[in-house]
C-alpha cells in the first residue's frame, strides 16, 4: 500500500526527489503524509505555503483509485525508488526520481547498460556507426540506453534491437505518449525488446523543459556514456555532464573536424574522454570477455544470427591458417570495407579470432 501513496507523493513531487525524501524522513512514510492532519503539514518546517496547500488539496482517495486503475488498464508499472526492483545505480545518483514508470520488462540490475546518445540531425556518418556499433552491442548481453529521439537516439535503440538485443528508451513524457509521433513503431519495438520509462505520470505530454530532467536519468541508469555526435551547444552535452558528475565514463565516438555536429564530441576528446571507434572498445571497457568454457555455448547461440555474408566467411575460414580481410575480399568478391566490418562483427561474437600480423582463423 505504501507503494500507491509513493505514486501520489512523486506526482506530486516531479524533479524534487531530494525534497520528497526529506518529507518522507521527517514523517516517516507517504502513508502518513496522506493521513497527516492539516496543522501537522502546514506546522512542517520543510514546506512553503504553496507546498502545504498542494498536499492538503491532492489527498483524494478517488482520485488516486482512478490513477492505480489507469496503470493496470494501459499495462504501466510504477516503481518507487524503495521498491527492490527500482534500478540501482539510478539510486545513486543527485536528485534521483521518488518514482518511475514503466511499460515493457525493466532488464535486471546485473545486466551491464551503456548510454548512446548524439545528435538529432546527425549525418548520415553519426547514424551508420551507431548502427553498427549498437547492432553489435546486441549479439553480447549488454542492454543500450538512449532517448528515442530522432537521429543517434533511434538508430542506437534499431542497432541494438535488430542485433538481438534489449534497449531501454528514456521518455522526457509519459510511457503511454509517444514522441517524436513518427517513431511509434520504434515505440512498441522497445517495449517489445526492453522497455520505456520515464518519472512523468501518464498523459504527460513532451515539452522542452522536461528533456534536461530526462537527461540525468539515461546517465543515472548506465556505467558508461557513450557520444556518437554533438554540437558544440548540443543538449546531449548535458547528459555527458551529468554522467561525470555522477561518476560514471564519458566515452566518445570522434567525429569529423571540420562537421559542426562533431564540435562538441571533438572538445570533449580534448579534455580528456576516451575515444570508441567499435562496439570492442566498449566491451573492454566494461570487462567483458567470454572465457573459453563458455565460447562453444555463446557462439552456438549467436550463429542463429548470422548474416548469409558473415556465414560465408566464417565458412572460409581455417581453423590453422589465417586469411587476411584483402584475400577474403578477393575469394569472395566483396566489398573490402563490408569484410573488415563483419570480421570485426564475427570476433566480437567469438566466431574468429585475429592473429597479430597474420590474419583470422575460425575459432574451434
Known amino acids: 500500500m505504501e507503494e500507491y501513496y509513493l505514486l501520489w507523493l512523486s506526482r506530486l513531487m516531479v524533479h524534487q526527489g531530494n525534497k520528497a525524501r526529506a518529507l518522507l524522513q521527517y514523517f516517516g512514510s507517504a502513508e502518513a503524509i496522506w493521513k497527516a492532519d492539516a496543522e501537522?503539514?502546514?506546522?512542517?518546517?520543510?514546506?512553503?505555503s504553496k507546498a502545504v496547500q498542494s498536499i492538503l488539496q491532492s489527498r483524494d482517495p478517488e482520485q488516486l483509485d482512478e490513477w492505480i486503475a489507469e496503470l493496470e488498464e494501459k499495462a504501466i508499472s510504477f516503481y518507487s525508488c524503495y521498491h527492490r526492483d527500482f534500478p540501482y545505480l539510478l539510486n545513486q545518483i543527485y536528485n534521483p526520481p521518488l518514482g518511475i514508470y514503466v511499460r515493457g520488462e525493466l532488464p535486471e540490475d546485473e545486466i551491464d547498460k551503456v548510454g548512446v546518445i548524439g545528435a538529432r540531425r546527425c549525418s548520415q556518418y553519426g547514424a551508420s556507426v551507431t548502427y553498427r556499433m549498437t547492432k553489435e552491442l546486441g549479439r553480447t548481453n549488454v542492454i543500450v540506453v538512449s532517448g528515442m529521439a530522432k537521429g543517434i537516439d533511434s538508430m542506437a535503440h534499431r542497432g541494438i534491437?535488430?542485433?538481438g538485443g534489449r534497449t531501454i528508451a528514456v521518455l522526457g513524457c509519459g510511457v503511454d505518449v509517444c514522441y517524436p509521433?513518427?517513431?511509434r513503431e520504434l515505440m512498441e519495438s522497445i517495449i517489445n525488446h526492453g522497455c520505456v520509462l520515464t518519472e512523468y505520470p501518464p498523459k504527460t505530454p513532451a515539452v522542452a523543459y522536461h528533456f534536461p530532467h530526462r537527461n540525468r536519468i539515461i546517465s543515472g541508469l548506465c556505467k558508461m556514456i557513450v557520444v556518437v555526435e554533438a554540437g558544440k551547444k548540443s543538449g546531449t552535452l548535458i547528459t555527458a555532464d551529468l554522467a561525470l558528475e555522477s561518476g560514471r565514463d564519458v566515452f566518445v565516438v570522434p567525429g569529423n573536424v571540420t562537421s559542426p555536429l562533431s564540435q562538441g564530441t571533438n572538445n570533449l576528446l580534448k579534455q580528456g574522454c576516451p575515444a570508441i571507434t567499435e562496439s570492442g572498445d566498449i566491451l573492454f571497457e566494461l570487462g567483458i570477455s567470454y572465457k573459453k568454457g563458455e565460447q562453444e555455448s555463446y557462439t552456438k547461440k549467436m550463429a542463429e544470427n548470422?548474416?548469409?555474408?558473415?556465414?560465408?566467411?566464417?565458412?572460409?575460414?581455417?581453423e590453422t591458417e589465417p586469411m587476411c580481410a584483402e584475400e577474403i575480399s578477393h575469394k569472395l568478391n566483396y566489398n573490402i570495407q563490408d569484410v573488415q566490418y563483419m570480421l570485426s562483427l564475427l570476433e566480437i561474437s567469438g566466431h574468429i579470432r585475429k592473429r597479430r600480423q597474420a590474419g583470422y582463423i575460425r575459432e574451434v
Open 161 to 163: 534491437i535488430d542485433g
Open 181 to 183: 509521433p513518427e517513431n
Open 306 to 318: 548470422l548474416s548469409p555474408e558473415e556465414q560465408a566467411i566464417y565458412e572460409l575460414l581455417s
Open 40 to 48: 501537522a503539514i502546514s506546522t512542517c518546517p520543510l514546506l512553503s
